[in-house]
């Protein structure tokens, strides 16, 4: 049974470039969320996805944008990358129950480091 | 916007000691998770609390929710090397959690 998975594990980019995370979720899951968390701080909402749209959106800026395919995997785009992107990027998936008691599974992230 | 606290931000403790990590806000809280994250790691779901005073335990870890619904602790007992980590507390409001800044448990054999 395979778990959340995330590619790349690492990547390197430079201000003002565009980058593309991607996310599988755990089998059976139907639901994805992303999340950043900065060095030494906790995970940020950013946004979530259900039936290949976006349900709810943290405070994050328009150049956070993603996707959700047919099959529930999930992407991530980020434009015009600023230093404070730099982050490791955590994607999360669950099975939408409608009672707010869902429960996530973590992928083990994405790390970008913008120079 | 919700925001949720923890304390301490740090913690050293002897192996066998007690550990208690807080977690506070000034709105009321939806429900409370609770995730551990090791060096370089992901955060892995440990619990879920949902009603005001609600007490869970899990071996040496006991979980407890406020009766205000504003605050809630993780208490370890007797700690060991194998509890290092990041602590976060959680507000699970539906489709989105806010998390606390984590404790950072650190555990000298």
């Known amino acids: 049974d395979a778990g959340v998975t995330q590619s790349p594990t690492h990547l390197i980019k430079t201000r003002g470039q565009q980058v593309t995370l991607r996310c599988s979720p755990k089998?059976?899951?139907?639901?994805v969320s992303w999340y950043q968390q900065a060095l030494g701080q906790g995970p940020q909402f950013i946004f979530q996805?259900?039936?290949?749209?976006?349900?709810q959106r943290g405070n994050f800026p328009d150049r956070f944008s993603g996707h959700q395919f047919p099959n529930y995997s999930s992407e991530l785009n980020v434009n015009a990358l600023l230093l404070g992107d730099s982050a490791l990027y955590l994607c999360?998936?669950?099975?939408?129950?409608?009672?707010?008691?869902?429960?996530?599974?973590f992928g083990s992230g994405t790390q970008l480091s913008v120079l | 916007g919700q925001q949720v606290m923890q304390i301490p931000q740090y913690q050293h403790v002897q192996e066998g000691e007690d550990f208690t990590t807080y977690c506070n806000s000034s709105?009321?809280?939806?429900?409370i998770q609770w995730y551990k994250q090791r060096p370089g790691g992901h955060p892995v779901f440990l619990i879920q609390?949902?009603?005001?005073?609600e007490v869970k335990k899990q071996k040496r870890l006991t979980f407890q929710f406020g009766e205000a619904k504003k605050n809630s602790s993780l208490h370890i007992t007797a700690t060991q090397t194998t509890d290092v980590g990041t602590y976060f507390c959680?507000?699970?409001?539906?489709?989105?959690?806010?998390f606390g800044g984590g404790t950072r448990l650190m555990v000298k054999p």
């Open positions: 999360a998936s669950s099975l939408y129950t409608g009672s707010a008691n869902e429960k996530l599974f």
């Open positions: 089998s059976g899951h139907d639901t």
């Open positions: 996805y259900y039936e290949e749209e976006e349900r």
């Open positions: 709105t009321t809280l939806s429900n």
């Open positions: 609390l949902v009603k005001s005073g």
């Open positions: 959680a507000d699970n409001a539906g489709n989105m959690l806010t």
